[in-house]
């Protein structure tokens, strides 16, 4: 019999169809029907009626400023991990993004909608909700509340090809005055995802309007990524409003994208473009730690040899060890080589199952990790073995409230540091935030472009220093933020190698423990 958890868990998949035949975000097989969608259209000339059906008795919410210079991440209130009801300056949610009076229009990018659980989080000043997706990620809604801010919504809807998905995640909202506020969650718009993983979001300081905005990289990066859609629809409600934004505040930020478009760099060489332009100190006596921490793990780049993306490409490309237009990647012997001479430390971090079958939510936040090592042993056995490349969380420090519950944000960063015992990843050399997994359809490679649809951002201030929302939201150490730009991540910055008894969760593997609830996933 079915438990209860591997229903709640496999719910979150059988709603969807994310291409005409039927794969999931990560290329794997689903073959469940697709959900009815509705056609969602305004027109320009429609008048909207503001009657007390459209209201919503939710509270305002304006979001308040975010200080340059300071913590731009919150981590997402859940469900299951606050549902005591506590305060935090990090905390934030849905109702805090839309919720807004002066919210005049949004333009959202996700991988899914639910249209229910989205809508019920929007004020009902909004006029103009504009939804970028993939055929057959929206669920139509049904409740009073969704279905009043129809008249107001627009979905610019195209297909993918197969093994490919429309992964981003970003929210641009524009406010009455003109100004813009832009959002990267973690999280696609449904509520399980929101509740049960953990979840974080970027967000920007308020960007005004003027008249003759100044170059910026970011504002740049991002209009060639919207014109990489080469969508008519996309150019006439959201391009024409990013151009007359100023975005100096984020000087020190890279907009950084994916996209299957042949006319963009994109992807991996984008990003390796934008680290080869910083002055990175590549000194020997140093020991240059390099984190990737996702929430999917692609398979081997090769199907001759085990090749992974993170330690067989990222990292040479960024280091580097080879040129970012490399033919090649070197063989994992001659890796190991460069590693060692170079004082290159890789992490993984990825789940274990004692993780997540401990973790408050127990496998009800398992549906979301996604590293099937059963088709590849051998790539498997490299990544663990040879470059020892796997970690965990630190338990010994977690919170009460979160313990290990792994993260479904995407990072890449590195640390440099000078002596032996010198903890790592508390001061960064740069930080790379992101919809994109690890994976060969998210990246590209040197030579390839990407096959998904990815946005994110990249942290180059000179004064970078991560912590914990552990240590933020639920120990107190709230008020230790040093000078400089912080990196707040959803897991503890110290970080435990793998143990003999310690396993990677598989999501094609059948688990008979029971989690810290209960409950049984098969």
């Known amino acids: 019999m079915v438990s209860d958890a591997r229903k709640r868990v496999a719910e979150r998949w059988s709603k969807i169809d994310y291409r005409s035949g039927s794969i999931d975000e990560n290329g794997y097989s689903n073959k469940r029907s697709k959900p009815d969608i509705i056609d969602l259209t305004l027109s320009d000339t429609e008048e909207i009626a503001e009657t007390s059906e459209h209201r919503t008795q939710r509270p305002s919410s304006e979001v308040p400023e975010v200080p340059v210079g300071n913590c731009p991440f919150r981590i997402i209130k859940s469900d299951v991990f606050d549902s005591g009801g506590g305060k935090s300056q990090y905390f934030t949610d849905l109702n805090e993004i839309f919720n807004d009076p002066t919210l005049h229009k949004t333009f959202l990018f996700s991988f899914q909608y639910e249209l229910d659980f989205l809508m019920g989080h929007f004020h009902h000043n909004v006029e103009r909700i504009v939804l970028v997706a993939q055929e057959g990620t929206v669920l139509s809604p049904t409740t009073p509340q969704a279905l009043s801010l129809v008249p107001k919504t627009l979905l610019i809807q195209f297909r993918m090809p197969p093994f490919t998905c429309h992964h981003s995640k970003l929210v641009i909202n524009i406010y009455e005055d003109g100004a813009c506020r832009i959002f990267m969650p973690s999280s696609n718009f449904t509520y399980a995802e929101t509740n049960y993983p953990q979840q974080v979001c970027w967000r920007s300081p308020r960007l005004r309007a003027v008249t003759n905005p100044p170059t910026v990289a970011f504002q740049q990066d991002l209009i060639r990524y919207m014109d990489s859609y080469n969508s008519p629809d996309i150019q006439k409600y959201i391009t024409p409003c990013l151009k007359n934004l100023n975005f100096e505040p984020l000087n020190d930020v890279q907009f950084i994208y994916?996209?299957?478009?042949?006319?963009?760099?994109?992807?991996?060489?984008?990003?390796?473009?934008?680290?080869?332009?910083?002055?990175?100190?590549?000194?020997?006596?140093?020991?240059?730690?390099?984190?990737?921490?996702?929430?999917?793990?692609?398979?081997?780049?090769?199907?001759?040899?085990?090749?992974?993306?993170?330690?067989?490409?990222?990292?040479?490309?960024?280091?580097?060890?080879?040129?970012?237009?490399?033919?090649?990647?070197?063989?994992?012997?001659?890796?190991?080589?460069?590693?060692?001479?170079?004082?290159?430390?890789?992490?993984?971090?990825?789940?274990?199952?004692?993780?997540?079958?401990?973790?408050?939510?127990?496998?009800?936040?398992?549906?979301?990790?996604?590293?099937?090592?059963?088709?590849?042993?051998?790539?498997?056995?490299?990544?663990?073995?040879?470059?020892?490349?796997?970690?965990?969380?630190?338990?010994?420090?977690?919170?009460?409230?979160?313990?290990?519950?792994?993260?479904?944000?995407?990072?890449?960063?590195?640390?440099?540091?000078?002596?032996?015992?010198?903890?790592?990843?508390?001061?960064?050399?740069?930080?790379?935030?992101?919809?994109?997994?690890?994976?060969?359809?998210?990246?590209?490679?040197?030579?390839?472009?990407?096959?998904?649809?990815?946005?994110?951002?990249?942290?180059?201030?000179?004064?970078?220093?991560c912590q914990s929302f552990a240590d933020l939201v639920y120990k107190g150490k709230s008020t230790s933020l040093p000078q400089g730009v912080t990196v707040a991540v959803p897991w503890t910055t110290s970080l435990e190698p793998y143990g003999d008894n310690d396993e990677a969760f598989c999501i094609s593997k059948e688990y008979e423990m029971l989690d810290c609830n209960g409950r049984r996933l098969s």
């Open 258 to 465: 994916s996209t299957p478009s042949k006319n963009y760099v994109s992807g991996l060489r984008l990003l390796a473009a934008k680290i080869s332009s910083l002055k990175q100190d590549n000194n020997k006596n140093l020991t240059h730690h390099y984190l990737c921490q996702s929430s999917s793990v692609g398979n081997s780049l090769s199907k001759k040899t085990s090749v992974n993306l993170f330690t067989h490409l990222m990292i040479p490309v960024l280091d580097g060890m080879i040129p970012a237009d490399s033919k090649n990647t070197p063989e994992t012997s001659r890796l190991l080589q460069l590693y060692k001479s170079r004082s290159v430390v890789p992490y993984l971090l990825y789940p274990t199952v004692q993780e997540i079958s401990s973790c408050p939510a127990g496998w009800l936040c398992s549906g979301w990790f996604n590293f099937n090592y059963n088709r590849d042993l051998n790539h498997f056995n490299m990544l663990k073995k040879q470059f020892k490349v796997l970690y965990k969380q630190d338990n010994a420090v977690t919170s009460k409230q979160r313990r290990a519950t792994p993260a479904h944000s995407k990072f890449y960063l590195r640390s440099s540091t000078s002596a032996v015992n010198e903890a790592p990843f508390k001061k960064l050399d740069w930080c790379v935030y992101t919809s994109a997994n690890l994976s060969y359809s998210a990246w590209g490679k040197t030579r390839a472009k990407p096959r998904n649809y990815e946005v994110g951002i990249l942290l180059t201030s000179p004064n970078l220093y």
